[in-house]
């Protein structure tokens, strides 16, 4: 029987210990990162709610992107343009949005969002609808600022 032993020398064994420790390290910074991006993708979803029901133009057009696609559930695919105008101008009025069940999963620059969307809108003519969908939505990096570039509602 033949028993072979293996010396791992000082510098061998300090190069290994270093590129662990490296590799640990890019891992919790990238854990970071991601956890960063999640929390500002969360507080913009926040923010296009309030500017939903507030009717903010600016921070309408500002939380949305140009290529924008807006998908209703019930088939209506809206661009930028007309998004902005339809709340805007109050053509439709939420009095309440409500999001439960979110979730966020952050890739490189973009970002997906799942939820459950329950409201209460009306076209300013007294009459209020209840909606309850859910809602699928893409977020995109655009320098800084995390921006809606598709969303699409859908019948549950």
């Known amino acids: 029987m033949t028993v072979s032993v293996t ?14 420790t490296g590799t640990s390290a890019l891992a919790v910074a ?9 929390a500002a993708v969360t507080a913009a979803v926040a923010a296009l709610t309030k500017a939903m029901l507030t009717a ?15 998908g209703h559930s019930g088939g209506v695919i ?3 343009a007309d998004f902005v105008k339809v709340i ?18 952050v890739a490189g620059n973009d970002a997906i969002v799942r939820h459950a969307w329950e409201s209460e ?5 007294g009459k209020w609808t209840v ?15 995390w921006r809606l570039l598709a969303r699409q509602a859908f019948k549950v």
């Open 7 to 20: 010396t791992i020398g000082r510098r061998r064994l300090a190069a290994v210990a270093l590129l662990a």
């Open 30 to 38: 990238s854990a970071r990162a991601n956890e960063a991006d999640v």
């Open 56 to 70: 903010d133009k600016g921070q309408l057009e500002a939380l949305t992107a140009d290529q924008l696609s807006y």
């Open 78 to 80: 809206q661009d930028k």
């Open 88 to 105: 805007a101008e109050k053509k439709t009025v939420y009095k309440s949005i409500e999001l439960s069940k979110q979730t966020v999963a």
């Open 121 to 125: 809108s009306g076209s300013g003519d």
């Open 131 to 145: 909606s309850k969908i859910g809602v699928l939505q893409v977020w995109q990096k655009q320098g800084a600022n």
